[in-house]
């Protein structure tokens, strides 16, 4: 094979490839990409965009932005969606065809549930049905392909022409990246892709059409926020979708202090608080656990900044009699028909129709310039759920977070994934990057590819990348750690695995108890034994690390060592551990998770 390798970073470098202008409708495009900053471009081969390859390779070089080959089109689009999670930018993807977006579908839906930009490129055969190759060409031409993910993407679009696909590019970075953030989706025709300019495409000043768009908080209303919080008892924060900056971070904690309000954050979100602060009232989990329930319940104001599913939150811990509610969000700018994710309607008294940040500064100005604002204490109930070590020899999650605290010490770490029934308490989130969130919507398989694009962003910050995935999710995903291994990114995965689809035992026991049947027989259906999967043996294939199954707590530590320096050496390690299951921390019989 005759390829040119950068060993550092895994760089393909085609050969004989001069600069020059623009010579086709795909010319057009790739350059675009690169002017609008893009620096990765995930993608699976298909046909149907080969114009755009052949100009991604030889007319830019494979560089700015580079390509990154990709085993699925989930994956491909998964790994934008955790560079997004990280960087709060968009990558590109490309998707061949309707049979690739197809394949892409979840991914896309997971991006938009997570609120997170991803800017994803399809094609489609011959527009022109004269120019269409016979059989293949046809079955790959939609009439309406955008209708595909239409439900669950900002804007999409169909350009008939290059500068048309230049003006697309354009507005589908600057709809992706403008809060409230979200996938969008340009599909270029093949045959725009690869026919000769007819004329030079005049040259544009992209910063002009990439504007900021800077949302403000009403003055009247920050003074009227700031007033119900000065009389507030007992006022709570419930933090939800944040950005990943310092700086905003530090200006909640600050704001919590001046009030002495008590705070939730969530896991189906990045973190957001300092998780053992004397003000974080609960471990933080993907339902809602007893002390949230009791905290909510016994607030008499609540901010929330942009809580997912604000309006089911209240109406699990509060009922019909809600307290005083501010609510800063720009979500109900992305609602529509199609998918249920915008939740339950909330009860709100005071909404701000901005960033929540930006609230967050305004009233922390607001409370500090009146000199009638004093800080507050307030002790809270300490209910942080730390991790507790099994006693009786079998290991369980508790087990895992701590061996992986004691192997990892004092370096910054970030989680990419966590398993449903992670104990939230288990590690403390410092910083906004020791936490990502989940996957948005629910989609299993997307722990993996996610984890390769957060590594990918994290490769330059010191971090240690981490992954920690059960074993459905892993099963589902696992050849996105090829990229990762292709490419030379660092990252750790451990698997949780607890050889079963356990959430959906829960589930099956729920109905038998209902029906007065045999709840033994949950299991059947959903354990993955006989054989047991060899998990180590997955990564090995993909070019990885692959140590486990672990099986004894005095051995995991060791392992888990072994394979952060595995990591730290630039490579891609995996560390199968067999858990036993364990139930998603304040799921009550009532809100089972609906995910498999």
């Known amino acids: 094979m005759n390829d040119q390798r950068d060993t550092t970073g895994g760089i ?44 991604l ?11 990154l080959l990709c085993l699925h089109e989930e994956h491909a689009v998964a790994i934008a969606h955790g560079y997004a999670k990280v960087t709060g930018r968009p990558l590109a993807v490309v998707v061949h065809a309707n049979v690739g977006l197809m394949h892409a579908t979840m991914a896309i839906f997971n991006a938009w549930c997570d609120r997170m930009p991803v800017v994803v490129l399809g094609a489609t055969g011959p527009v022109d049905a004269a120019k269409r190759r016979p059989w293949i060409d046809w079955i790959h031409t939609a009439r309406d392909q955008g209708a595909l993910v239409r439900p669950y993407v900002k804007w999409d679009d169909q350009p008939t022409s290059p500068a048309a696909a230049r003006e697309a590019l354009l507005r ?49 209303l920050l003074r009227r926020a700031a007033e119900l919080l000065r ?37 189906k979100v ?9 003000l974080h009232l609960a471990a933080p989990s993907v339902m809602l656990t007893s002390d949230a329930i009791a905290a909510i319940a016994n607030a008499d104001v609540i901010v929330s900044l942009d809580w997912v599913d604000l309006g089911g939150t209240l109406k699990k811990a509060c009922g019909d009699r809600t307290p005083t509610i501010i609510h800063a969000s720009l979500d109900h700018t992305l609602h529509h028909g199609w998918s249920m994710d915008y939740q339950v309607l909330p009860p709100v008294d005071i909404l701000f129709a901005t960033d929540a940040d930006v609230v967050v500064q305004g009233l922390i100005d607001e409370l500090t310039g009146d000199s009638g604002s004093t800080q507050r204490a307030r002790r809270v109930p300490d209910s942080r759920a730390d991790a507790v070590a099994s006693t009786d020899g079998h290991l369980r999650l508790d087990d895992l977070a701590l061996a992986f605290r004691e192997a990892a010490g ?59 995935c059960g074993d ?40 038998a108890t209902m029906r007065s049947r045999p709840v033994e027989n949950k299991w059947i259906g959903q354990r993955i034994a006989d054989p047991d999967i060899d998990h180590a043996a997955l ?43 364990g139930e998603m921390p304040g799921a009550t019989s009532e809100a089972k998770p609906n995910v498999r």
């Open 410 to 468: 004092d370096r910054p770490v970030s989680l990419s994934h966590l398993p449903l029934s992670w104990n939230g308490g288990a590690i403390p989130f410092h910083h906004p990057l020791d936490f990502l969130g989940s996957d948005g919507g629910g989609g299993v398989g997307a722990g993996p590819g996610i984890a390769v694009g957060a590594a990918l962003a994290l490769r330059d910050s010191g971090r240690l990348s981490v992954a920690i």
């Open 270 to 278: 990045g973190a957001a608080f300092p998780t053992d602060h004397r």
């Open 231 to 267: 009389r507030a008892q007992r006022p709570l924060f419930l933090i939800g979708r944040a950005s990943r900056s310092e700086d905003a971070w530090k200006a909640r904690v600050r704001l919590a202090e001046l009030l002495g309000a008590g705070v939730l954050t969530d896991l």
């Open 57 to 67: 390779v030889n007319f830019l070089g494979n560089t700015a932005p580079q390509m």
């Open 539 to 581: 990564a090995r294939a993909q070019g990885a690390v692959g140590y486990g199954p672990v099986t004894r707590g005095d051995a995991l530590v060791t392992m888990l060592r072994q394979a952060i320096a595995d990591v730290d050496a630039g490579r891609v390690a995996v560390v199968d551990v067999q858990v036993e299951p």
């Open 472 to 511: 459905g999710d892993y099963l589902m995903g696992v050849t996105a750690l090829w990229t990762a291994v292709h490419y030379r990114i660092p990252l750790l995965v451990i698997v949780a695995n607890n050889r079963s689809f356990y959430n959906d035992e829960v589930h099956q026991a729920r109905v």
């Open 172 to 220: 589908a970075l600057w709809l992706a990246s403008t809060p409230p953030m979200a996938p969008v989706y340009v599909n270029l025709d093949a045959q725009l892709q690869e026919a000769p300019l007819a004329e030079a495409i005049a040259p544009l000043d992209i910063e002009r059409f990439l504007p900021d768009a800077p949302a403000g908080a009403s003055p009247a």
């Open 12 to 55: 393909e470098r085609p050969n004989n490839v001069a600069p020059a202008e623009p010579a086709f409708g795909s010319d057009v495009v790739a350059a675009t990409l690169r002017a609008l900053g893009i620096p990765y471009v995930a993608l699976n081969p298909g046909s149907s965009y080969r114009g755009l390859h052949d100009s």
